[in-house]
Nanobody, 116 residues
Framework: QVQLVESGGGLVQPGGSLRLSCAAS????????MSWYRQAPGKERDMVATMHTTTDSTNYADSVKGRFTISRDNAKNTVYLQMNSLKPEDTAVYYC?????????WGQGTQVTVSS
């Protein structure tokens, strides 16, 4: 079955950077969409960044444009989220998501805390 394992979260000061990783396994399809979502306490889970594996097209939430970058390493079946110029409002649990046709898969999440 599809497995997504996130890593790279932690505590960082405002203005700092983190890189999240999402290692995907357990599937053979080659055309799918990978996304990062985040959920802060008491709030809904929102899409942060998304990438399609066929076109490499990307899209970002307005709140992170110019600061976050989604990328992938095909050889490692891994998707990354480079987060720069972090702000306290970026504090949330970040989730990796894989969408293939009508199926969606989620990782367990990784906590990102931006605080001085």
């Amino acid at each position: 079955q599809v497995q997504l394992v996130e890593s790279g979260g932690g505590l960082v000061q405002p203005g700092g950077s983190l890189r999240l990783s999402c290692a995907a396994s357990g599937f053979t399809f080659s055309s799918y969409r990978m996304s990062w979502y985040r959920q802060a306490p008491g709030k809904e889970r929102d899409m942060v960044a998304t990438m399609h594996t066929t076109t490499d097209s990307t899209n970002y939430a307005d709140s992170v444009k110019g600061r976050f970058t989604i990328s992938r390493d095909n050889a490692k079946n891994t998707v990354y989220l480079q987060m720069n110029s972090l702000k306290p409002e970026d504090t949330a649990v970040y989730y990796c998501n894989l969408r293939y046709i009508t199926s969606a898969y989620w990782g367990q999440g990784t906590q990102v805390t931006v605080s001085s």
